[in-house]
Nanobody, 114 residues
């Protein structure tokens, strides 16, 4: 069974940091690109960051460049999103997506508020 399980979301103050994790199972994780998306209430889902199979290539939405870092550990079948200098506009449900069959996780809520 193919599964993506996100964790690490929560409530954080502006300027704070969070690290999201996405644990994958049911497919050969190391063979597929992975991505993080987010969706805020009333807004379309948007791509936040993408990482290639070996982790050598990454790309980011302009709104998070310099603040967020995507990484992966193929030995642990996990992809991460380190989020620093968080802003209220970063508030959203963050979802992990695998290139394998365009599989989505269930999402984790990130709320940035004082």
């Amino acid at each position: 069974q193919v599964q993506l399980v996100e964790s690490g979301g929560g409530l954080v103050q502006p300027g704070g940091s969070l690290r999201l994790s996405c644990a994958a199972s049911g497919f050969t994780f190391s063979s597929y690109d992975m991505s993080w998306y987010r969706q805020a209430p009333g807004k379309e889902r948007e791509l936040v960051a993408r990482i290639t199979t070996g982790g050598r290539s990454t790309n980011y939405a302009d709104s998070v460049k310099g603040r967020f870092t995507i990484s992966r550990d193929n030995a642990k079948n996990t992809v991460y999103l380190q989020m620093n200098s968080l802003k209220p506009d970063d508030t959203a449900v963050y979802l992990c997506k695998a290139q394998y069959r365009n599989t989505w996780g269930q999402g984790t809520q990130v709320t940035v508020s004082s």
